[in-house]
């Protein structure tokens, strides 16, 4: 797909979604160990996870698992007893669960005050909002494509509603790869360490501890990791 084009469609489902997942809201408790959260990201309901992760200002460990993956759909199925997506792993707590309306009421209970915002609650707005952002986005990490898998995983700093950031995600997705996904949406207390980190406040920005890059632009970082782990044959 034509540059301008990928982005200007991505915008558009970021604007379908009113802006969820662009700004920290109230938080709660911090976690001591990192969430993991199996899903992938065409799914509308692992969005609404996502977005959710982005307000409460949450990492996560994503093990993505688009349609066709080898790689943590069978490795779900094994711990949870179903491919369904999401499911979440809460270490701080031990709890574990799938369907995305429990796991965003657990999120806000557990890390924030408590009250789920209007577009994340059970319902019709919320429902079809979040099937209209994933169908502007057909196709867009959705089924999985041949990789390598790296030795440890990704780190990508994101915030779910960004339209750029979404692009890199999307790829991290298809090619399966394991990423440390860490939440700076707007009002995020962490901008200023990963400023600090990074020398100014853009995402999306990639780092790979496995060959020691680090990047701006949602352009360079998919021409990055389907170079790097693109194609299992080369």
């Given at each position: 797909m034509v540059r301008t084009l990928d982005v200007a469609i991505s915008f558009l489902s970021t604007i379908s979604r009113a802006g969820s997942g662009?700004?920290?809201?109230?938080?709660?408790?911090r976690p001591a160990q990192l969430l993991e959260l199996y899903e992938f990201e065409a799914c509308p309901y692992c969005r609404k996870v996502r977005e959710a992760l982005?307000?409460?200002?949450?990492?996560?460990?994503?093990?993505?698992?688009p349609k066709g993956g080898t790689r943590f759909r069978p490795e779900l199925?094994?711990?949870?007893?179903?491919?369904q997506f999401p499911y979440l792993v809460d270490p701080n707590t031990g709890k574990?669960?799938?369907?995305?309306?429990?796991?965003?009421?657990?999120?806000?209970?557990?890390?924030?005050?408590?009250r789920v915002p209007a577009?994340?609650?059970?319902?019709?707005?919320?429902?079809?909002?979040?099937?209209?952002a994933s169908a502007l986005r057909p196709g867009h990490g959705l089924r999985a494509m041949p990789s390598r898998a790296p030795a440890e995983p990704l780190d990508l700093w994101s915030f779910e509603s960004s339209p750029f950031c979404r692009i890199a995600r999307e790829?991290?997705?298809?090619?399966?790869?394991?990423?440390?996904?860490?939440n700076v949406g707007k009002g995020?207390?962490?901008?200023?360490?990963?400023?600090?980190?990074?020398?100014?406040?853009?995402?999306?920005?990639?780092?790979?501890?496995?060959?020691?890059?680090?990047?701006?632009?949602?352009?360079?970082?998919?021409?990055?990791?389907?170079r790097t782990y693109g194609d299992a044959e080369r």
């Open positions: 662009v700004s920290v809201g109230v938080l709660g408790k982005t307000i409460l200002d949450l990492d996560a460990l994503v093990r993505p698992c199925e094994q711990r949870g007893g179903k491919q574990e669960m799938y369907e995305s309306d429990d796991i965003v009421s657990y999120l806000f209970e557990t890390y924030g005050d408590g577009l994340l609650a059970p319902g019709l707005l919320g429902q079809a909002t979040l099937g209209l790829t991290l997705c298809s090619l399966e790869l394991p990423y440390r996904l860490h995020s207390p962490r901008r200023e360490a990963f400023v600090s980190r990074s020398g100014k406040m853009m995402v999306p920005y990639l780092a790979d501890s496995n060959t020691g890059a680090e990047m701006f632009e949602s352009a360079d970082i998919v021409q990055y990791l389907e």
